[in-house]
């Protein structure tokens, strides 16, 4: 699932492209991924309206049009958006495509098919995508060690599943938050509540640190993002074990292990991320 360094990247990407470009018109090959209004509606809506900006937060995009107007994206697993030349060939499962003025195209590809669009109108409050629901971004003030001794004192399942929890930090998902993990030397199993206040501060400096080095490892031009598909961003040398799972540690060389954790695929050193033991 693309996370927040990845959506990051969609924004980057795309907003240049699109901005003060009128929607000449709007085709839903697949109705399913726009989930309100209904397909029609939103078409109708859409249609002769302007891009302005584009905005994220945590892993949903804003794609706000000039009246007032704009429609919020979560990419899901698969889901991505790739602003095209006119007759560009129509990569497989293209859903939605926005036709603009000046013949180019944007369009939404998604081979998992579990991406979703919701339109809201000018003013209109979101009581519909879950934005509401989420926690700080990691590079907001609001979130440091204080913040984040608070959310986790008080857990006890483990702080890998804590991380995920987008209503305590919002864009982090599993890649990230082994990263910051290994990177704080914290071990993914440990419950939240045993941290301590050291190890808290790491991580509430590693999050971020991680997540800027990672967007900016992401960045991308409007020409290699448009030859990969809108793909090619995902994958990254950067990864110090997230999928590595049995490789040497890139820090003591011992074997990393591969477990689950919350019923997610978890990587870390054995020997730099300690598990919470006694004598500690």
Known sequence: MPELPEVEAVKRVVEPQ?????IQRVTAHNPKVIA?????EFCRLVQGQTFSTVDRRGKFLTLHLESGDRFVLHLRMTGNLL?????????KHTHLVFTLDDGSELRYIDLRRFGRFWLLRAGEEDCFTGIDRLGPEPFDPAFDAAYLAGQLAR???????????QSIVAGIGNIYADESLFAARICPT????TLTQEEVARLARQIPAILRAA?????????????SGGRNYRGSSFFQVYGHGGEPCPACGAPLCRTVIGGRSS??????????TKER
């Open 18 to 22: 699109i901005r003060g470009r009128r």
């Open 36 to 40: 309100r209004p209904g397909a029609e």
């Open 83 to 91: 602003p095209t030349p006119g007759g560009h060939p129509q990569e």
């Open 155 to 165: 857990r006890k399942r483990a702080v890998k599943e804590c991380l995920l929890d």
């Open 190 to 193: 440990r419950p939240a509540n």
């Open 215 to 227: 967007i900016q490892g992401k960045e991308t031009s409007p020409e290699e993002y448009l030859a």
């Open 267 to 276: 990587v870390y050193c054995p020997c730099c991320q300690l598990p919470l």
